[in-house]
C-alpha cells in the first residue's frame, strides 16, 4: 500500500471541472505542507499547488492560478485539488506528496485528460 492514494481524475472537455483528493496516513501527513504535482508525457514532473499544515500560506505555479485551489482536510488526512477552466495542457497524471522537500515515494497518481 503506498502513503499516497490519489483518486478523481478522468477525461473532461476544455473549460470543465475535476476535483481530486490524495488520501495519506497519518504520519506522512500530520505537520507537514503538502502539495500537488504533475506530470505530462515526456516531461518532467512540475509542482502544481501547496498548501500549509494549517492552511495559511498557499502556492500555486504560474500555469495553474486563478483555474485551480487546494484545499485539506486534517481531520482526514486527505489533500484536494479543485481544478477549474481546464485547458488541454493540463493532460497530465497528477500526484500529491510532502510540497516542500523530505519527499516519500510517490503513488500511482491519477490521471487528468482535457480534450474535445
Known amino acids: 500500500q503506498g502513503q499516497f492514494v490519489e483518486s478523481g481524475g478522468g477525461l473532461v472537455q476544455p473549460g470543465g471541472s475535476l476535483r481530486l483528493s490524495c488520501a495519506a496516513s497519518?504520519?506522512?501527513?500530520?505537520?507537514?505542507?503538502m502539495g500537488w504535482f504533475r506530470q505530462a508525457p515526456g516531461k518532467e514532473r512540475e509542482f502544481v499547488a501547496g498548501i500549509s499544515w494549517r492552511g495559511g500560506s498557499i502556492n500555486y505555479a504560474d500555469s495553474v492560478k486563478g483555474r485551480f485551489t487546494i484545499s485539506r482536510d486534517n481531520s482526514k488526512n486527505t489533500v484536494f485539488l479543485q481544478m477549474s477552466n481546464l485547458r488541454p495542457e493540463d493532460t497530465a497524471v497528477y500526484y500529491c506528496?510532502?510540497?516542500?522537500?523530505?519527499?516519500?515515494?510517490w503513488g500511482q497518481g491519477t490521471q487528468v485528460t482535457v480534450s474535445s
Open positions: 506528496n510532502r510540497a516542500y522537500g523530505g519527499q516519500l515515494s
Open positions: 497519518g504520519r506522512t501527513f500530520s505537520g507537514y505542507a
